[in-house]
C-alpha cells in the first residue's frame, strides 16, 4: 500500500517512525551493554589473574635477590672477619704478656719472664682450632710457634713465599710504624695441602718490653669457608609467604639446602622428580638463571605439583639458589576477586536497566513534543519556500550580472568551500596558472604550491584570514608547465549569517614583470654597473652583519682598501674604455686572490673594498694583501695596449681599529692613504698616528673650503719675459692661501688636496675670476697689455669649461686675447677627439692655448698637430741641468724645433742661471720664466714692474 504523505501525514509519521526507533534502539543497546559487561568481566578476571601471578613471581625475585645479596655481603666480610678477630687476639695476647712482665719484673730474670710469657700463648687456640700466637723479634729470629717448635730458635728473615715475598721482613715492616702494629699479606702452604700456597693476612703487634712481634693470622679460604657455613645455615631457616623456602645446589648438582627435601618420602618418584629438576635448575643457571617450571611436592608431602621457581647464581660460591611458588598460594586470592567482580557486575547490571528505562520513556515524551514542534515547522517552512522563490526571481538578474564580472575579470578568481577544496576559477585564472577549470576543481589549492614557502608562513596566513576575514600578499607558486612565478594574492572570507564560513574567494595577478623590475632596481642599488662587485652600499650592509657574526664568536674581521696606482694616468692617456676595461679585469683578479667567504666591492673609481670575515692573526690579511699586489702588478694587454698598474692597500680591523662599518671604512682609507704616501705598490696596516693624519687631512680640507668662502685665498704673478727684448710680455697666475692660523700656505701643499676633494672646481674658477679682475684693473689703470696664464685642471677641463671661461670673461670684461689657458698633455690626452672640439671653443671666445709641461707625458705627435696650442711649455725639469746635460740640451732643442715647425711660441720655465737663458736664446726660444728673472709677485709689486715698462 502507498503511503500518502503531505503536511498533515509527515508529522505522524515521523513521530511513529521516531518512537519505534528509540524503542529498538533501546533494547539493541541493553543486549549490547549486556555482552561487553560480561566479556569485560572475564577479561578483568584473566588479567587479574596474570598481574597476580606477576606480583609473585616478582615477590619470588625481590626474595632470591636479597638472599643473594646477603651471600655476597657475606663473602666480601672475610678478610674484614679475620683482620677483625685477628687483632682481637693479638691484643689479648700482648695483654696477657704485659700482665706477666708487669707482675714478674724485677722479680725474676728477663729470661724466666719471656719463657713464662711463651708457655702462655703457645696452648691458645682460636678459628675453629686453627689459629695459634707467634712471636719473632725484630731480627727475625722465630721465639713462638706452636705448630713448628723445632724452628724456635732459627733465624726466619728470608723466608719467601711463592710470589717472592719475604715473609718476617714484611712482619717487621708492619710494626714499623707510629702505632706499632699492623697487617702483613703474604702466601703460605695451607693445612689441608702441605704442597700448595694460600693467600694469608697476619696481624702483629710490637711488645716493647723485649722488642717482640707478637701476632697471629688465619688462610682466607678457610674464613670463607666459615662464613659459607654461616650463610647455608641461615638460608635453610628463612621462609616466605604460606609454603616459601629457598632452596641451594652447587654446581655439581650437590644439593646444600632444601628445607622440605627430609619431609618428603623417600620413593623412586621422589628420586626421579629428583633428578629431573636437577638437571632444569642447572641448565638454567648456565644461562645466568630465570624462571622455570618443574614437578614437585608441597612441604607436607602433597603432590607431585607443576611448580614456578627462579633461579640465580652465586658465581664466586658456585652456588644456585632456587625459590619457587606453588599454585595453591594463588586460588585464595582469585577466588576473592573472583567474587568481588560478581558483586560489581550485578550492580552495573541494574544501574543499566534503570538508565535505559528512563532514557526510553523520556526520548518518547521528546518525540511527543517533537511532533507538535514539526507541525509548526513545516507551517513556516512552507511560507519560507514562496518567500525564497520570490527572492530567488528578484537575485537571478543579481547573478548574471556577477557570473559575468566572474567570466571577464583580468585577475584570476578562485571560490572554494570552507574545506578549501575549489569550487569554480575563471577564464583569466587558467591564462595565469595553465589549468583548466576541469583540472582545478574539487582540488585544495595547495596543489599548485612552488615549495618556497615555510609551513609556519602559510599558519600566518590562516591565522590572519581566521582573525581579520582577510589576507593579501605576495605568493610564489607553479604553473602547469612547471615553472614558478610570483603572484599578488588576496583572499577573503565569505561568512554565514551564523558566523560560520560559508567560502573563500581568492583573487590573483600575475606581478613577474613588476618583480623582475624590483630585482633589476635592487641590482642596480647595490651592485657596481661596470664590474658586477658589490657597490658601497651592500658592502656596508654585509660588514654590519660579519661584525654581528664577528662579536658573537669573538673573531676579527679585516677590511682592505684597495687604490690603484695613477690610474688616472690610464683614463688620460688612453682614454675610459681602455681604463674600464682595466677595471674589469683589476675585479677579476681581485675576486680569485682573496678567499671564498671574502666580499670583493667597487666604492667608486678605482677604489675596491674587500670585506675579510673571520680573521685570527693579522697575518692572514697581509698573507691576501700580497697576493693582490702580486697579481695586479701583472700586466695586462688591453686592445694592443701592455698596460702594468700596482695597487697600494689600506689595511683596518675589527675591533681594535673600528667598531661599526664607518669607522673601519674611514681607517682602511687613512692606511691607504699613508701606503700611496710611503712610495705606493705596498699594503699598510692602520695606526691610530694616521687617523691623526687623516684628521689633519680633513681639517685641512674644511679649512680650504672655507678659506676660499672667507677670500683667504691670494694670487701672485710669475712674470714671463721676451728672451730677445727683455720686456715683459705676461704673467702666470700662481694662488697662494693664506692661513689665519698657519700663514702664507703654497699651492704644494693645498692643491692636490683640493683636486682629490673636489675643490678645484671652485677654486679654479676662483683664480680664473681674481687674474681676470686683476688684469682687468691693469688695463683701466693705463698699464702696458700683458698677458695672464691661468693653469686649468683635468677636472676643470672635464666639468664645463668652456662655460666657465665665457661666464667670467662677461662679467669681469677682460679681453679673452689677453687670457693664457695652460693645460696639461694628460689633460688633453684622456680624450684627445674629445679635447679638439672643447679647444676649438675655448679659441673661439679669443684665448690663448699653452701646452704645460710639454714632454713629460705620453702625447702622440700626430694628436699634438691637430691641437688648436698657441704656445709650447719646456717643464723646468728639462731646464734644471742645461746646458751640461747632453740629454737636456737635444730635448729642449727638439721641443724648440718642433714648437717652430708647428708655429707655435715656446716658453721655458724654472730659469735660474745665465747660461741656461744663453742656451734657450742661442736655440731660438722666445719666452722665458724663472728666479733669475724675477720671482712671483704680488699684484701691486706687478704694477711697478709695469710702471717701469711704460715709456717716459
Same mark, same amino acid.
Given at each position: 500500500?502507498?503511503?500518502?504523505?503531505?503536511?498533515?501525514?509527515?508529522?505522524?509519521?515521523?513521530?511513529?517512525?521516531?518512537?519505534?526507533?528509540?524503542?529498538?534502539?533501546?533494547?539493541?543497546?541493553?543486549?549490547?551493554?549486556?555482552?561487553?559487561?560480561?566479556?569485560?568481566?572475564?577479561?578483568?578476571?584473566?588479567?587479574?589473574?596474570?598481574?597476580?601471578?606477576?606480583?609473585?613471581?616478582?615477590?619470588?625475585?625481590?626474595?632470591?635477590?636479597?638472599?643473594?645479596?646477603?651471600?655476597?655481603?657475606?663473602?666480601?666480610?672475610?678478610?674484614?672477619?679475620?683482620?677483625?678477630?685477628?687483632?682481637?687476639?693479638?691484643?689479648?695476647?700482648?695483654?696477657?704478656?704485659?700482665?706477666?712482665?708487669?707482675?714478674?719484673?724485677?722479680? !725474676?730474670?728477663?729470661?724466666?719472664?719471656?719463657?713464662?710469657?711463651?708457655?702462655?700463648?703457645?696452648?691458645?687456640?682460636?678459628?675453629?682450632?686453627?689459629?695459634?700466637?707467634?712471636?719473632?723479634?725484630?731480627?727475625?729470629?722465630?721465639?713462638?710457634?706452636?705448630?713448628?717448635?723445632?724452628?724456635?730458635?732459627?733465624?726466619?728473615?728470608?723466608?719467601?713465599?711463592?710470589?717472592?715475598?719475604?715473609?718476617?721482613?714484611?712482619? !717487621?715492616?708492619?710494626?714499623?710504624?707510629?702505632?706499632?702494629?699492623?697487617?702483613?699479606?703474604?702466601?703460605?702452604?695451607?693445612?689441608?695441602?702441605?704442597?700448595?700456597?694460600?693467600?694469608?693476612?697476619?696481624?702483629?703487634?710490637?711488645?716493647?718490653?723485649?722488642?717482640?712481634?707478637?701476632?697471629?693470622?688465619?688462610?682466607?679460604?678457610?674464613?670463607?669457608?666459615?662464613?659459607?657455613?654461616?650463610?647455608?645455615?641461615?638460608?635453610?631457616?628463612?621462609?616466605?609467604?604460606?609454603?616459601?623456602? !629457598?632452596?641451594?645446589?652447587?654446581?655439581?648438582?650437590?644439593?646444600?639446602?632444601?628445607?622440605?627435601?627430609?619431609?618428603?618420602?623417600?620413593?623412586?618418584?621422589?628420586?626421579?622428580?629428583?633428578?629431573?629438576?636437577?638437571?632444569?635448575?642447572?641448565?638454567?643457571?648456565?644461562?645466568?638463571?630465570?624462571?622455570?617450571?618443574?614437578?614437585?611436592?608441597?612441604?607436607?608431602?602433597?603432590?607431585?605439583?607443576?611448580?614456578?621457581?627462579?633461579?640465580?647464581?652465586?658465581?664466586?660460591?658456585?652456588?644456585?639458589?632456587?625459590?619457587?611458588?606453588?599454585?595453591?598460594?594463588?586460588?585464595?586470592?582469585?577466588?576473592?576477586?573472583?567474587?568481588?567482580?560478581?558483586?560489581?557486575?550485578?550492580?552495573?547490571?541494574?544501574?543499566?536497566?534503570?538508565?535505559?528505562?528512563?532514557?526510553?520513556?523520556?526520548?518518547?515524551?521528546?518525540?511527543?513534543?517533537?511532533?507538535?514542534?514539526?507541525?509548526?515547522?513545516?507551517?513556516?517552512?512552507?511560507?519560507?519556500?514562496?518567500?525564497?522563490?520570490?527572492?530567488?526571481?528578484?537575485?537571478?538578474?543579481?547573478?548574471?550580472?556577477?557570473?559575468?564580472?566572474?567570466?571577464?575579470?583580468?585577475?584570476?578568481?578562485?571560490?572554494?568551500?570552507?574545506?578549501?577544496?575549489?569550487?569554480?576559477?575563471?577564464?583569466?585564472?587558467?591564462?595565469?596558472?595553465?589549468?583548466?577549470?576541469?583540472?582545478?576543481?574539487?582540488?585544495?589549492?595547495?596543489?599548485?604550491?612552488?615549495?618556497?614557502?615555510?609551513?609556519?608562513?602559510?599558519?600566518?596566513?590562516?591565522?590572519?584570514?581566521?582573525?581579520?576575514?582577510?589576507?593579501?600578499?605576495?605568493?610564489?607558486?607553479?604553473?602547469?608547465?612547471?615553472?614558478?612565478?610570483?603572484?599578488?594574492?588576496?583572499?577573503?572570507?565569505?561568512?554565514?549569517?551564523?558566523?560560520?564560513?560559508?567560502?573563500?574567494?581568492?583573487?590573483?595577478?600575475?606581478?613577474?614583470?613588476?618583480?623582475?623590475?624590483?630585482?633589476?632596481?635592487?641590482?642596480?642599488?647595490?651592485?657596481?654597473?661596470?664590474?658586477?662587485?658589490?657597490?658601497?652600499?651592500?658592502?656596508?650592509?654585509?660588514?654590519?652583519?660579519?661584525?654581528?657574526?664577528?662579536?658573537?664568536?669573538?673573531?676579527?674581521?679585516?677590511?682592505?682598501?684597495?687604490?690603484?696606482?695613477?690610474?688616472?694616468?690610464?683614463?688620460?692617456?688612453?682614454?675610459?674604455?681602455?681604463?674600464?676595461?682595466?677595471?674589469?679585469?683589476?675585479?677579476?683578479?681581485?675576486?680569485?686572490?682573496?678567499?671564498?667567504?671574502?666580499?670583493?666591492?667597487?666604492?667608486?673609481?678605482?677604489?675596491?673594498?674587500?670585506?675579510?670575515?673571520?680573521?685570527?692573526?693579522?697575518?692572514?690579511?697581509?698573507?691576501?694583501?700580497?697576493?693582490?699586489?702580486?697579481?695586479?702588478?701583472?700586466?695586462?694587454?688591453?686592445?694592443?695596449?701592455?698596460?702594468?698598474?700596482?695597487?697600494?692597500?689600506?689595511?683596518?680591523?675589527?675591533?681594535?681599529?673600528?667598531?661599526?662599518?664607518?669607522?673601519?671604512?674611514?681607517?682602511?682609507?687613512?692606511?691607504?692613504?699613508?701606503?700611496?704616501?710611503?712610495?705606493?705598490?705596498?699594503?699598510?696596516?692602520?695606526?691610530?698616528?694616521?687617523?691623526?693624519?687623516?684628521?689633519?687631512?680633513?681639517?685641512?680640507?674644511?679649512?680650504?673650503?672655507?678659506?676660499?668662502?672667507?677670500?683667504?685665498?691670494?694670487?701672485?704673478?710669475?712674470?714671463?719675459?721676451?728672451?730677445?727684448?727683455?720686456?715683459?710680455?705676461?704673467?702666470?697666475?700662481?694662488?697662494?692661501?693664506?692661513?689665519?692660523?698657519?700663514?702664507?700656505?703654497?699651492?704644494?701643499?693645498?692643491?692636490?688636496?683640493?683636486?682629490?676633494?673636489?675643490?678645484?672646481?671652485?677654486?679654479?674658477?676662483?683664480?680664473?675670476?681674481?687674474?681676470?679682475?686683476?688684469?682687468?684693473?691693469?688695463?683701466?689703470?693705463?698699464?702696458?697689455?700683458?698677458?695672464?696664464?691661468?693653469?686649468?685642471?683635468?677636472?676643470?677641463?672635464?666639468?664645463?669649461?668652456?662655460?666657465?671661461?665665457?661666464?667670467?670673461?662677461?662679467?669681469?670684461?677682460?679681453?679673452?686675447?689677453?687670457?693664457?689657458?695652460?693645460?696639461?698633455?694628460?689633460?688633453?690626452?684622456?680624450?684627445?677627439?674629445?679635447?679638439?672640439?672643447?679647444?676649438?671653443?675655448?679659441?673661439?671666445?679669443?684665448?690663448? !692655448?699653452?701646452?704645460?709641461?710639454?714632454?713629460?707625458?705620453?702625447?702622440?705627435?700626430?694628436?699634438?698637430?691637430?691641437?688648436?696650442?698657441?704656445?709650447?711649455?719646456?717643464?723646468?725639469?728639462?731646464?734644471?741641468?742645461?746646458?751640461?746635460?747632453?740629454?737636456?740640451?737635444?730635448?729642449?732643442?727638439?721641443?724648440?724645433?718642433?714648437?717652430?715647425?708647428?708655429?707655435?711660441?715656446?716658453?721655458?720655465?724654472?730659469?735660474?742661471?745665465?747660461?741656461?737663458?744663453?742656451?734657450?736664446?742661442?736655440?731660438?726660444?722666445?719666452?722665458?720664466?724663472?728666479?733669475?728673472?724675477?720671482?712671483?709677485?704680488?699684484?701691486?709689486?706687478?704694477?711697478?714692474?709695469?710702471?717701469?715698462?711704460?715709456?717716459?
Amino acid at each position: 500500500m502507498k503511503l500518502k504523505v503531505n503536511a498533515q501525514s509527515l508529522p505522524k509519521l515521523q513521530m511513529v517512525g521516531m518512537v519505534s526507533f528509540v524503542l529498538l534502539f533501546t533494547l539493541l543497546l541493553g543486549g549490547y551493554f549486556l555482552y561487553e559487561q560480561s566479556q569485560h568481566r572475564d577479561f578483568q578476571l584473566e588479567t587479574l589473574k596474570k598481574e597476580i601471578l606477576l606480583q609473585q613471581e616478582a615477590l619470588l625475585e625481590s626474595e632470591l635477590n636479597a638472599s643473594v645479596s646477603y651471600t655476597h655481603y657475606m663473602r666480601t666480610r672475610t678478610e674484614e672477619i679475620l683482620k677483625r678477630e685477628s687483632k682481637v687476639h693479638v691484643d689479648q695476647a700482648i695483654a696477657i704478656a704485659q700482665s706477666i712482665y708487669d707482675q714478674q719484673k724485677g722479680r !725474676i730474670p728477663n729470661s724466666e719472664i719471656k719463657a713464662l710469657i711463651r708457655e702462655a700463648l703457645r696452648d691458645i687456640r682460636f678459628f675453629a682450632g686453627r689459629g695459634y700466637l707467634f712471636i719473632d723479634d725484630l731480627d727475625g729470629l722465630c721465639i713462638l710457634l706452636p705448630t713448628a717448635p723445632h724452628i724456635e730458635g732459627r733465624s726466619l728473615l728470608n723466608n719467601k713465599d711463592d710470589t717472592g715475598h719475604y715473609i718476617m721482613r714484611g712482619l !717487621i715492616e708492619a710494626v714499623s710504624n707510629p702505632e706499632q702494629a699492623g697487617f702483613s699479606r703474604y702466601r703460605w702452604y695451607a693445612p689441608d695441602d702441605n704442597k700448595v700456597m694460600r693467600d694469608k693476612i697476619a696481624y702483629v703487634r710490637l711488645f716493647e718490653p723485649f722488642q717482640w712481634i707478637i701476632g697471629t693470622g688465619d688462610y682466607l679460604y678457610q674464613i670463607e669457608n666459615d662464613l659459607k657455613t654461616e650463610t647455608l645455615r641461615r638460608l635453610e631457616r628463612f621462609r616466605f609467604g604460606d609454603n616459601g623456602y !629457598i632452596a641451594i645446589v652447587d654446581f655439581n648438582g650437590q644439593v646444600l639446602v632444601n628445607p622440605i627435601l627430609p619431609s618428603i618420602p623417600d620413593t623412586s618418584l621422589k628420586q626421579t622428580l629428583k633428578q629431573k629438576s636437577l638437571e632444569l635448575i642447572l641448565e638454567k643457571a648456565k644461562s645466568g638463571g630465570g624462571a622455570i617450571s618443574y614437578d614437585w611436592f608441597y612441604p607436607d608431602g602433597r603432590g607431585p605439583v607443576i611448580k614456578r621457581a627462579l633461579v640465580k647464581v652465586v658465581p664466586e660460591w658456585e652456588w644456585v639458589l632456587v625459590a619457587g611458588l606453588y599454585p595453591d598460594d594463588l586460588t585464595p586470592l582469585l577466588d576473592r576477586h573472583r567474587d568481588m567482580l560478581d558483586k560489581q557486575w550485578v550492580r552495573s547490571l541494574k544501574t543499566l536497566l534503570l538508565v535505559l528505562s528512563l532514557s526510553s520513556i523520556s526520548a518518547l515524551i521528546l518525540a511527543l513534543i517533537f511532533s507538535g514542534w514539526l507541525k509548526s515547522l513545516f507551517r513556516r517552512y512552507q511560507a519560507d519556500i514562496d518567500r525564497q522563490q520570490a527572492e530567488l526571481t528578484d537575485n537571478a538578474q543579481a547573478l548574471e550580472l556577477a557570473a559575468q564580472v566572474f567570466q571577464s575579470a583580468t585577475e584570476g578568481i578562485v571560490i572554494s568551500d570552507p574545506h578549501n577544496h575549489i569550487l569554480a576559477v575563471n577564464p583569466a585564472f587558467t591564462e595565469i596558472t595553465g589549468y583548466t577549470e576541469a583540472e582545478a576543481i574539487g582540488r585544495d589549492p595547495s596543489f599548485m604550491a612552488s615549495g618556497n614557502h615555510s609551513d609556519l608562513f602559510y599558519a600566518s596566513m590562516w591565522q590572519a584570514l581566521s582573525e581579520k576575514g582577510h589576507w593579501q600578499g605576495e605568493v610564489w607558486n607553479r604553473r602547469k608547465d612547471g615553472v614558478l612565478f610570483p603572484e599578488w594574492l588576496s583572499i577573503s572570507m565569505v561568512k554565514k549569517e551564523d558566523g560560520q564560513v560559508k567560502n573563500y574567494v581568492a583573487t590573483l595577478s600575475d606581478i613577474s614583470v613588476r618583480k623582475e623590475s624590483e630585482e633589476r632596481l635592487r641590482y642596480l642599488a647595490e651592485y657596481d654597473s661596470l664590474t658586477d662587485l658589490p657597490n658601497r652600499r651592500l658592502l656596508a650592509e654585509r660588514t654590519t652583519q660579519m661584525l654581528h657574526v664577528a662579536e658573537h664568536n669573538r673573531q676579527q674581521l679585516a677590511l682592505l682598501f684597495v687604490d690603484l696606482d695613477r690610474f688616472k694616468n690610464v683614463n688620460d692617456s688612453l682614454g675610459h674604455d681602455i681604463g674600464d676595461q682595466l677595471l674589469c679585469e683589476v675585479a677579476k683578479r681581485l675576486t680569485t686572490a682573496v678567499r671564498g667567504n671574502d666580499t670583493v666591492s667597487r666604492v667608486g673609481g678605482d677604489e675596491f673594498v674587500i670585506l675579510c670575515p673571520e680573521i685570527t692573526q693579522p697575518e692572514q690579511a697581509a698573507a691576501i694583501a700580497s697576493r693582490i699586489l702580486t697579481d695586479i702588478a701583472m700586466s695586462i694587454e688591453l686592445q694592443s695596449h701592455l698596460l702594468t698598474v700596482t695597487p697600494s692597500i689600506g689595511i683596518a680591523f675589527y675591533p681594535q681599529d673600528g667598531e661599526n662599518f664607518e669607522t673601519l671604512y674611514r681607517n682602511a682609507d687613512a692606511a691607504l692613504y699613508h701606503a700611496k704616501n710611503q712610495g705606493r705598490d705596498q699594503y699598510q696596516f692602520f695606526t691610530h698616528e694616521m687617523n691623526v693624519a687623516v684628521s689633519e687631512r680633513l681639517s685641512m680640507e674644511n679649512a680650504l673650503r672655507q678659506g676660499i668662502l672667507r677670500d683667504e685665498l691670494k694670487l701672485a704673478y710669475q712674470p714671463q719675459y721676451c728672451i730677445e727684448t727683455g720686456r715683459l710680455r705676461g704673467v702666470e697666475a700662481l694662488v697662494r692661501w693664506q692661513h689665519p692660523e698657519k700663514g702664507l700656505i703654497g699651492p704644494d701643499q693645498f692643491i692636490p688636496l683640493a683636486e682629490e676633494s673636489g675643490l678645484i672646481i671652485a677654486l679654479g674658477e676662483w683664480v680664473l675670476r681674481e687674474a681676470c679682475c686683476q688684469g682687468q684693473h691693469w688695463l683701466k689703470q693705463g698699464y702696458p697689455t700683458i698677458e695672464i696664464a691661468v693653469n686649468v685642471s683635468a677636472l676643470q677641463f672635464r666639468e664645463g669649461l668652456v662655460s666657465m671661461v665665457s661666464r667670467v670673461l662677461t662679467e669681469t670684461e677682460f679681453p679673452p686675447q689677453n687670457l693664457v689657458l695652460e693645460m696639461t698633455e694628460s689633460t688633453l690626452m684622456s680624450d684627445a677627439n674629445w679635447a679638439i672640439e672643447t679647444l676649438d671653443e675655448l679659441k673661439a671666445l679669443g684665448a690663448w !692655448i699653452s701646452l704645460d709641461d710639454f714632454g713629460t707625458g705620453y702625447s702622440s705627435l700626430a694628436y699634438l698637430k691637430r691641437f688648436p696650442l698657441d704656445k709650447l711649455k719646456i717643464d723646468r725639469a728639462f731646464v734644471r741641468d742645461l746646458p751640461d746635460d747632453a740629454e737636456d740640451v737635444a730635448i729642449t732643442s727638439a721641443i724648440i724645433s718642433l714648437a717652430r715647425s708647428l708655429n707655435l711660441l715656446t716658453v721655458a720655465e724654472g730659469i735660474e742661471t745665465p747660461e741656461q737663458l744663453a742656451f734657450l736664446k742661442q736655440q731660438g726660444c722666445q719666452l722665458a720664466q724663472g728666479f733669475l728673472l724675477d720671482r712671483p709677485l704680488w699684484g701691486q709689486d706687478v704694477e711697478q714692474r709695469l710702471q717701469q715698462a711704460m715709456p717716459d
